[in-house]
Nanobody, 126 residues
Framework: QVQLVESGGGLVQAGGSLRLSCAGSPHTFSRYAMGWFRQAPGKEREFVAAINWSGDSTYYVDSVKGRFTISRDNAKSTVYLQMNSLKPEDTAVYYC???????????????????WGQGTQVTVSS
């Protein structure tokens, strides 16, 4: 299991940018594919972006392609989500998550992720 702590959420106007960070356990973080999910009020938690353990493969949900970028710094045991051109529909609690298995392939399936952070609120005003 990986301990995860998100930061970087906040209130921003439409068109603005935010960068979310997720710090993980230093000794094991680099072995896990990581993902970002989000959950808006009254909706199910949905996949946003994922990155493999080495950082050379990424995947995005269509609604954020070209606007969001996932990256990782294994030396700092941190994964990032750079969010540009934010829209009101991006408003949600954002969660980072670690895959249940070490060195697994990239995935978008929520149940493949076994460790979750506490979430950070992102609010985009129109």
């Amino acid at each position: 299991q990986v301990q995860l702590v998100e930061s970087g959420g906040g209130l921003v106007q439409a068109g603005g940018s935010l960068r979310l960070s997720c710090a993980g356990s230093p000794h094991t973080f680099s072995r896990y594919a990581m993902g970002w999910f989000r959950q808006a009020p009254g909706k199910e938690r949905e996949f946003v972006a994922a990155i493999n353990w080495s950082g050379d493969s990424t995947y995005y949900v269509d609604s954020v392609k070209g606007r969001f970028t996932i990256s990782r710094d294994n030396a700092k045991s941190t994964v990032y989500l750079q969010m540009n051109s934010l829209k009101p529909e991006d408003t949600a609690v954002y969660y980072c998550a670690a895959h249940v298995r070490q060195f697994a392939a990239i995935t978008t399936t929520r149940t493949d992720f076994g460790s979750w952070g506490q979430g950070t609120q992102v609010t985009v005003s129109s």
